[in-house]
């Protein structure tokens, strides 16, 4: 009933920039937290960044001073700014979400199909 639909990702050349899309479709009720993580082959699973409807905001150590997180609360949409592209920013990025559907109490994480970012030198 509720998905997060992504959009964005692509090919980009080094010190170039990209913006990613998250949006939350379906009967939602309430969004309390979005944001992304990102997994490059035979890494592990890290965040990059995410945003709470208590307007707060938090960055992974690799992207901090090159990427901005947007959420619209309202239109439960988020935006992440990434700029200054590095060749090790190449991942699937995936949207993540804390929200509450319409007709529970009870929120809960919903995942993104993913979104590939490939940053060539």
């Known amino acids: 009933q509720v998905r997060l639909v992504e959009s964005g990702g692509g090919l980009v050349q080094a010190g170039g920039s990209l913006m990613l899309s998250c949006a939350a479709s379906g009967s939602v009720f309430k969004l309390g937290r979005m944001g992304w993580y990102r997994q490059a082959p035979g890494k592990q699973r890290e965040l990059v960044a995410h945003?709470?409807?208590?307007?707060?905001?938090t960055y992974g150590d690799s992207v901090k001073g090159r990427s901005t997180i947007s959420v619209d609360f309202v239109e439960k949409t988020g935006y992440l700014q990434m700029n200054d592209l590095k060749p090790e920013d190449t991942a699937v990025y995936y949207c993540?979400?804390?929200?509450?559907?319409?007709?529970?109490?009870?929120?809960?994480?919903?995942w993104g199909q993913g979104t590939q970012v490939t940053v060539s030198s």
């Open positions: 993540t979400a804390i929200l509450t559907p319409v007709g529970s109490e009870i929120p809960r994480d919903y």
């Open positions: 945003a709470s409807n208590m307007d707060i905001t």
